[in-house]
């Protein structure tokens, strides 16, 4: 079982940055594809960035690109979100997911964290 949990959310203005963290509570961090998703209040979650388990392979959808950085520390079983250059419309729940390198699918999901970019 993979526990994930995520931190780092709030307000923040527009043009400006946070930083979300996901702790894994598992053994072998190593060998899970990490990805986080957001929610918006009247769409679909959406899958952001991910990564693969060794950080030597990302993907960003494309809406985000250039803005938001995707990193890992298997060492510290922490996967990180570096979000630059905040838009209004990067308002939403934020979620943390993991899923083995074998496997298509997420399987393990945080319990999400609320940014919300406004003045």
């Known amino acids: 079982q993979v526990q994930l949990v995520e931190s780092g959310g709030g307000l923040e203005q527009p043009g400006g940055s946070l930083r979300l963290s996901c702790a894994a509570s598992?053994?072998?961090?190593?060998?899970?594809?990490m990805g986080w998703f957001r929610q918006a209040p009247g769409k679909e979650r959406e899958l952001v960035v991910e990564?693969?388990?060794?950080?030597?392979?990302?993907y960003y959808t494309n809406s985000v690109k250039g803005r938001f950085t995707i990193s890992r520390d298997n060492a510290k079983n922490t996967v990180y979100l570096q979000m630059n250059s905040l838009k209004p419309e990067d308002t939403a729940v934020y979620y943390c997911?993991?899923?083995?390198?074998?496997?298509?699918?997420?399987?393990?999901w945080g319990q999400g964290t609320q940014v919300t970019v406004s003045s």
């Open positions: 997911a993991a899923r083995l390198s074998v496997r298509p699918e997420y399987e393990y």
């Open positions: 598992v053994r072998s961090f190593g060998s899970y594809h």
């Open positions: 990564i693969n388990w060794s950080g030597d392979t990302t």
